[in-house]
């Protein structure tokens, strides 16, 4: 049974992407809803009857209280026994089938797989955004959302079929029954289901807002605990605890408050719904009792409307709690929703084809990038890097070094001119097939909170266990990797190497993300700083194994010790975002220009930090 209403609906089913996802709730919701209509009917339909039979139960309670009163036991047994059996036997039997129908559509098909959809969907959307999108907000408060977003959604729906829907058809059966008793026993309940509207549209009103201002103080909460989390490090190098707890308290004390708003209203409700419910007994209880006592109402009249208004006062702060729930989780939605529907950034242009690499020719036509601030990046850059050149850059800190490289990977769109590969404009290819043609060695290699295996293999996961091996051998990590050993005992290329590799020191992540560029073996291939996490043996030794990986390969190398890249076919020196110098290494010693003196002021191999400006990119 379970696997049945389980497998109703695929929450991983094929959708048309959008890059521009609705960003109002209803249309944002429509979407998700839309695998879920015969699914959503069905439950309806159920929720429907299992509030209608609530009803017609307390009627039948009335009923049968008059029934027992019209004589003795073996003459109302001889006229009604077989009524009674079949009323039991629909209790005991039909009643339960249905209702047990409706909450495994409930339980088992849309809260755990609407939920899901939203999740996968939701996460599809933010993988897809820039690396600059990622730049400009909190990872965890973007985790945040996307992972609470779907159960608030789930909630919303649990609660309009479980309570809202039953609580609708309760009230109208409710209003039937009085009124096919006595039509005078429908007045205090319309009365009080017109103040009963109005304490909820109040409610609303305000649970809404304090909703979703509560929902932003927990995910800003999230953020601050988060970055404390990450840069732990930071944290404790500069004893700043102290400063860090202040920081968060600042967040939590926010959160509370914002809470607490929450909480009062609530109590005002809840106080508010007390009353209401006192006059809704005492009216109706107390008119069906002088009908009784006028002998214009029998006993089961007096004995279902008594139990009908308790039921209906138990009811009403289910019902109330329920409603503020769902405008709580819809708070929440619409919170997460200021992440997840963000449009995409960059996207891949109309009919972009797969880049066809042939020679790995780069070139840069007039290009700049100011990040839209007007000034920093690139200015109007035109450089050629002919098929397996070797290139170096170099230059001061925000000279433009990380711009170059972020535009020719397209984690960022020109502001101006256009950078081709083998004649093509890499704004009209697509991103993936232009990035799988690039391998990229970083200054800090991140890695993933997985295995050492799963790490390397994130170059080219089709690759063997040969291959892979082989791959960590060229990148002089090897040796060290047999010896690694995580806390749950996994040993070697098992080993985890906890989250951005922090498991490991600088050097074996820089080996571990060498050997990992090296098996991707792109034909293009971009250093960022490959070596500066290295000691000098092992910089020898990975440079050697570097010249190798560089063979046949168009190569742009970035790099403050410019020792490394002396031996280039190139050099380009960068500054203030424009191409400065451009030669070999003796050539442009030879002009004593910013080159020379970068390295005639070099200390150890790196360039002056006088000449050190603040990074823009």
Same mark, same amino acid.
């Given at each position: 049974m379970f696997r049945f209403f389980e497998g109703l609906v695929d929450p991983y089913q094929a959708y048309a992407r959008s890059d521009t996802p609705p960003r109002k709730l209803w249309p944002f919701l429509r979407d998700y809803i839309r695998p879920f209509r015969k699914v959503f009917a069905a439950t309806a339909v159920l929720s429907v009857i299992a509030s209608a039979m609530d009803v017609a139960m307390i009627w039948y309670v009335g009923r049968l209280v008059d029934l027992l009163s019209q004589g003795g036991p073996a003459q109302v047994w001889a006229d009604y026994?077989?009524?009674?059996? @079949?009323?039991?036997?629909?209790? +005991?039997?039909?009643?339960?089938? +249905?209702?047990?129908?409706?909450?495994?559509? @409930?339980?088992?098909?849309? &809260?755990?797989?609407?939920?899901?959809?939203?999740?996968?969907?939701?996460?599809?959307?933010?993988?897809?955004?820039?690396?600059?999108?990622?730049?400009?907000?909190?990872?965890?408060?973007?985790?945040?959302?996307?992972?609470?977003?779907?159960?608030?959604?789930?909630?919303?729906?649990?609660?309009?079929?479980?309570?809202?829907?039953?609580?609708?058809?309760?009230?109208?059966?409710?209003?039937?029954?009085?009124?096919?008793?006595?039509?005078?026993? &429908?007045?205090?309940?319309?009365?009080?289901? &017109?103040?009963?509207? !109005?304490?909820?549209?109040?409610?609303?009103?305000r649970?809404?807002?304090?909703?979703?201002?509560?929902?932003?103080?927990?995910?800003?909460?999230?953020?601050?605990?988060?970055?404390?989390?990450?840069?732990?490090?930071?944290?404790? @190098?500069?004893?700043?605890?102290?400063?860090?707890?202040?920081? !968060?308290?600042?967040?939590?004390?926010? !959160?509370?408050?914002?809470?607490?708003?929450?909480?009062?209203?609530?109590?005002?409700?809840?106080?508010?719904?007390?009353?209401?419910?006192?006059? +809704?007994?005492?009216?109706?209880?107390?008119?069906?009792? @002088?009908?009784?006592?006028?002998?214009?109402?029998?006993?089961?009249?007096?004995?279902?409307?008594?139990?009908?208004?308790?039921? +209906?006062?138990?009811?009403?702060?289910?019902?109330?709690?329920?409603?503020?729930?769902?405008?709580?989780?819809?708070?929440?939605?619409q919170e997460g929703m200021e992440t997840i529907t963000q449009p995409i950034g960059l996207v891949d242009a109309g009919g972009a084809q797969a880049l066809q690499l042939s020679k790995g020719e780069v070139k840069f036509e007039g290009v700049s990038h100011h990040y839209g601030r007007g000034s920093g990046g690139l200015r109007d850059i035109s450089l050629t890097i002919r098929p397996g050149e070797r290139i170096g850059v170099v230059g001061r800190s925000g000279a433009g070094k990380s711009t170059l490289v972020k535009l020719m990977l397209r984690f960022y769109d020109c502001e101006a001119g256009?950078?081709?590969?083998?004649?093509?404009?890499?704004?009209?290819?697509?991103?993936?097939?232009?990035?799988?043609?690039?391998?990229?060695?970083?200054?800090?290699?991140?890695?993933?909170?997985?295995?050492?295996?799963?790490?390397?293999?994130?170059?080219?996961?089709?690759?063997?266990?040969? !291959?892979?091996?082989?791959?960590?051998?060229?990148?002089?990590?090897?040796?060290?990797? &047999?010896?690694?050993?995580?806390?749950?005992?996994?040993?070697?290329?098992?080993?985890?190497?906890?989250?951005?590799?922090?498991?490991?020191?600088?050097?074996?992540?820089?080996?571990?993300g060498l050997a990992r560029v090296i098996l991707k073996d792109a034909p293009i291939l971009i250093l960022d700083e490959a070596t500066s996490a290295l000691d000098s043996e092992v910089e020898a030794q990975i440079q050697e194994a570097l010249y190798g990986v560089m063979q046949g390969k168009t190569v742009i190398a970035i790099a403050h010790r410019l020792s490394t890249i002396a031996a280039m076919d190139r050099i380009v020196v960068l500054e203030d975002g424009g191409v400065a110098e451009d030669g070999t290494h003796a050539e442009l010693l030879a002009q004593g220009g910013l080159y020379a003196r970068f390295w005639a002021r070099q200390s150890g191999g790196f360039i002056g930090i006088d000449d050190a400006a603040e990074e823009t990119a």
């Open positions: 026994g077989t009524e009674i059996i @079949l009323v039991g036997l629909f209790v +005991l039997i039909v009643r339960p089938m +249905l209702i047990i129908s409706n909450v495994a559509l @409930l339980h088992n098909t849309i &809260l755990p797989n609407f939920g899901t959809m939203i999740r996968f969907r939701a996460h599809d959307h933010v993988m897809r955004q820039p690396v600059g999108w990622f730049e400009g907000d909190f990872a965890g408060r973007i985790a945040n959302r996307v992972m609470q977003t779907p159960p608030a959604a789930g909630d919303a729906v649990f609660q309009t079929f479980d309570a809202v829907a039953f609580a609708s058809v309760t009230m109208v059966g409710a209003a039937i029954m009085l009124a096919g008793a006595d039509i005078r026993l &429908l007045l205090p309940m319309i009365v009080w289901l &017109l103040l009963y509207a !109005a304490l909820v549209r109040w409610t609303l009103r649970a809404g807002p304090a909703a979703k201002a509560s929902s932003d103080a927990r995910s800003a909460v999230t953020g601050r605990v988060v970055d404390a989390y990450t840069n732990i490090h930071s944290v404790k @190098l500069f004893a700043h605890h102290d400063m860090e707890m202040r920081h !968060a308290t600042e967040a939590i004390e926010n !959160a509370r408050t914002t809470f607490q708003q929450e909480m009062r209203i609530i109590t005002k409700m809840d106080l508010a719904l007390t009353v209401l419910n006192g006059f +809704l007994i005492v009216s109706i209880t107390g008119w069906s009792l @002088l009908l009784w006592y006028q002998g214009a109402a029998s006993v089961g009249t007096v004995a279902a409307a008594t139990a009908l208004v308790l039921r +209906l006062n138990n009811m009403t702060y289910w019902i109330m709690w329920a409603t503020t729930s769902l405008v709580q989780a819809l708070g929440v939605v256009r950078i081709l590969i083998d004649g093509q404009d890499i704004a009209h290819v697509t991103q993936d097939s232009l990035r799988r043609e690039i391998g990229m060695v970083q200054q800090d290699s991140s890695l993933l909170h997985r295995s050492v295996r799963e790490n390397i293999l994130y170059g080219r996961p089709d690759a063997s266990e040969e !291959a892979m091996i082989a791959a960590a051998k060229r990148a002089e990590a090897h040796d060290f990797i &047999l010896t690694l050993e995580d806390p749950q005992g996994r040993k070697g290329y098992d080993a985890h190497v906890g989250e951005r590799g922090v498991k490991l020191s600088g050097g074996q992540r820089q080996r571990v």
